[in-house]
Nanobody
């Protein structure tokens, strides 16, 4: 079966940078759009960034100019480069992808979540 594994979270000071990775493994025919969500304590889950299989990207206004989503289709991996981090970026970041294990029916997969803490 398909598995989605995240890495790269951690603790950084305000103004610092982190790079999150989310790698899909298993029997994969193709991957459609991939997304990064985040959820902070007491807040609803927020869609942060998306990237289509054709490379088109979209971002929530609060991270535009600071975050960059990218993907490496050969490695079945999506990345989130986070620069100029602020305290309000602190959250659990979760990746999501629609993955075809065959040519017909896709299934939605979620990563386990990566904690990002921005604090001085």
């Amino acid at each position: 079966q398909v598995q989605l594994v995240e890495s790269g979270g951690g603790l950084v000071q305000p103004g610092g940078s982190l790079r999150l990775s989310c790698a899909a493994s298993g029997s994969i025919f193709s991957i459609n759009a991939m997304c990064w969500y985040r959820q902070a304590p007491g807040k609803q889950r927020e869609l942060v960034a998306t990237i289509t299989n054709g490379g088109r990207t979209n971002y929530v206004d609060s991270v535009k100019g600071r975050f960059t989503i990218s993907r490496d289709n050969a490695k079945n991996t999506v990345y989130l480069q986070m620069n100029s981090l602020k305290a309000e970026d602190t959250a659990v970041y979760i990746c999501d992808a629609d993955i075809f294990a065959g040519p017909f029916a896709p299934s939605q997969y979620w990563g386990q979540g990566a904690q990002v803490t921005v604090s001085s």
